[in-house]
């Protein structure tokens, strides 16, 4: 993995970490934030994904 | 390059989302409306009289599937756009990614955010008793990080002593132990919860195999255009 990173330019890299950070906040939000509107909302996928619910 | 991921990301995402949403309306959502039945008290098993099986469930509710789509389609971008972030990566090394093999990183993708958390933490029917959310959410991602970190080091570390290492971070999560409840409570019957979670797993697999297809698709033909 280390190998991977260094052989990597660094705008590739930043474009990476800012797919990456996206991803995981969409995850987030979509999937794991209990605000209650959001919840309700996402329940039936949450269940059918597998992500923690309730 | 940035634009080019968030391109792939958005179509792979969308196709893999709306066909999962399909899959999970026809497989799993009939025995989540099932499985609620239960939850809600309308149906009551153990200590009465044997209860049919095959009880009339809800229809289609416009708002509820249709948001059930919608959620599915974004959780799959989201997914696509981690997936095609390692693909970048792996193509700047000289990896190839076409669709075919991009199945692999799909089914990769599936084991690190489906079926590795679920060894533990399987897929939760409403109704059931469960602990802390927070506790089970931390978990989750620590299981799911653990897992990526773990495949990564198997698919492009060297030596034995980084397969080593890989063991160690996969079999990890399930050692430490994922938090359960201290009491049950559930009013669903088992073979409900039983059927919910391999149809969650089985939906789960298809649909990343799907993302991973797409998202190598649409990686190369960006990369062609590019």
Redesign the interface.
């Known amino acids: 993995?280390t190998?991977?990173?260094q052989?990597?330019?660094k705008?590739?890299l930043?474009?990476?970490?800012?797919?990456?950070v996206?991803?995981?906040?969409?995850?987030t939000v979509?999937?794991?934030v209990?605000a209650a509107t959001l919840h309700d909302?996402?329940h039936?996928?949450r269940?059918?994904?597998?992500?923690?619910?309730? | 390059?940035?634009q080019k991921?968030?391109t792939s990301?958005l179509f792979a995402g969308f196709c893999a989302g709306l066909l999962a949403a399909a899959l999970?309306f026809v497989f799993?959502?009939p025995v989540?409306l099932h499985a609620e039945l239960y939850e809600g008290g309308d149906l009551v098993h153990f200590g009465g009289e044997a209860i049919s099986a095959h009880p009339e469930l809800p229809g289609f509710d416009a708002m509820?599937?249709g948001?059930?789509i919608?959620?599915?389609v974004?959780?799959y971008?989201?997914?696509?756009?981690?997936l095609?972030?390692?693909m970048?990566?792996?193509d700047?090394?000289g990896i190839a990614i076409n669709a075919r093999n991009g199945i692999i990183w799909g089914l990769a993708g599936f084991v690190a955010f489906?079926f590795a958390?679920?060894i533990s933490?399987?897929?939760?029917?409403?109704g059931v008793a469960?602990a802390d959310?927070a506790a089970?959410?931390v978990w989750?991602w620590g299981a799911v990080a653990a897992t990526v970190?773990g495949l990564?080091?198997i698919a492009?570390?060297?030596g034995m002593v980084m397969w080593g290492v890989a063991a160690v971070l996969l079999l990890a999560p399930h050692i430490i132990g994922a938090p359960h409840p201290d009491e049950f409570s559930g009013p669903v019957p088992p073979e409900i919860a039983a059927l919910?979670a391999s149809r969650?797993?089985g939906?789960?697999l298809f649909a990343w195999g799907l993302l991973g297809l797409f998202a190598g698709y649409f990686w190369r033909r960006e990369s062609a255009t590019a």
């Open positions: 993995m190998a991977l990173v052989t990597v330019s705008s590739t930043l474009s990476v970490v800012s797919a990456i996206l991803g995981f906040g969409i995850i979509a999937g794991h209990q909302a996402a039936d996928v269940h059918a994904t597998g992500f923690p619910c309730h | 390059m940035f991921i968030l990301a999970q799993v959502q989540l509820r599937d948001l059930s919608l959620f599915t974004l959780i971008v989201g997914y696509a756009l981690l095609i972030g390692a970048a990566l792996a700047e090394r489906h958390p679920a933490l399987p897929p939760e029917v409403p469960a959310v089970r959410q989750w970190l990564g080091l492009f570390g060297n919910f969650a797993l939906v789960g």
